[in-house]
């Protein structure tokens, strides 16, 4: 995947899957202590409203994004791999987090969410695109990441 911070999505009769992948120069546990501290994302990141509850192995949470800001999702984490993965969702789909080194002293970070199911295309025209969405996660996140990152030199 390509790691320019430029979102991708693949639509099929029965899912929807949106990709997008950044360089972080950051310390993988830095990129890790953002991702999993569920009251601070509204801090750094413009796309999430809030998150309640705990993101932890089997933690579950409730989000609210920009994206449809009178909606709450009530989530599982369904893999915590410390400094490398992340994956939590619903019945309708999952959305993954991993990081990469790319041995270069740079992190890859992607982001990845496959939504579907049998009733898909029945309401799939009511869910908006989240492309853009996922271009602003990666900036905001590589942002704080690297802001951190160069605070501590």
Do not use: C, H
């Amino acid at each position: 995947m390509a790691q320019d911070g430029k979102a991708t999505t693949i639509k099929k009769t029965f899912s929807r899957e949106t990709s997008v992948g950044i360089e972080i120069q950051a310390d993988p546990y830095i990129v890790w202590a953002l991702l999993t501290n569920a009251s601070d994302y509204p801090r750094w990141n413009t796309t999430v409203i809030s998150i309640e509850g705990n993101i932890e192995k089997d933690g579950k949470i409730k989000l609210k994004s920009t994206l449809d800001p009178k909606r709450t999702y009530k989530l599982k984490v369904k893999e915590f791999e410390p400094g490398k993965r992340l994956v939590w969702g619903d019945g309708q789909g999952n959305r993954s987090y991993s990081l990469n080194s790319t041995g270069t002293g740079k992190l890859a970070f992607t982001m990845n969410e496959k939504i579907g199911g049998l009733m898909f295309p029945m309401y799939s025209k009511y869910i908006p695109p989240f492309d853009q969405s996922f271009e602003q996660f990666a900036a905001d996140l590589k942002k704080e990441a690297e802001t951190i990152q160069n605070t501590k030199k």
